[in-house]
Nanobody, 116 residues
């Protein structure tokens, strides 16, 4: 089965930035309708950003104006640019295919920790 591989997480100070990446394990699996989710300890997983093939994007209120989702079709990679990071952004971040082709598949995620 095709896998989605997230990367780019790490430890960053409040106010800093990170860019997360998500790539498919098979180059023939085109990424188009995609989303980023996150799950903090003790909390439910939540969607933070989404993008569809028309280019339309959506954001959770908590990240709007700070996070930007994009797709590089040439690299077949989805990105999440995260700016002005806050401690409450600390979570494991996952990308997910919204087209339904992968069912309820979730990757390993990438840990983002915002702390001084």
């Amino acid at each position: 089965q095709v896998q989605l591989v997230e990367s780019g997480g790490g430890l960053v100070q409040p106010g800093g930035s990170l860019r997360l990446s998500c790539a498919a394990s098979e180059s023939t699996f085109s990424l188009y309708d995609m989303a980023w989710y996150r799950q903090a300890p003790g909390k439910l997983r939540e969607r933070v950003a989404s993008i569809i093939r028309t280019g339309s994007t959506g954001y959770a209120a908590s990240v709007r104006g700070r996070f930007i989702i994009s797709i590089d079709t040439a690299k077949n990679t989805v990105y999440l640019q995260m700016n002005s990071l806050k401690s409450e952004d600390t979570a494991v971040y996952y990308c997910k295919d919204l087209s339904g082709r992968l069912g309820d598949y979730w990757g390993q995620g990438t840990q983002v920790t915002v702390s001084s």
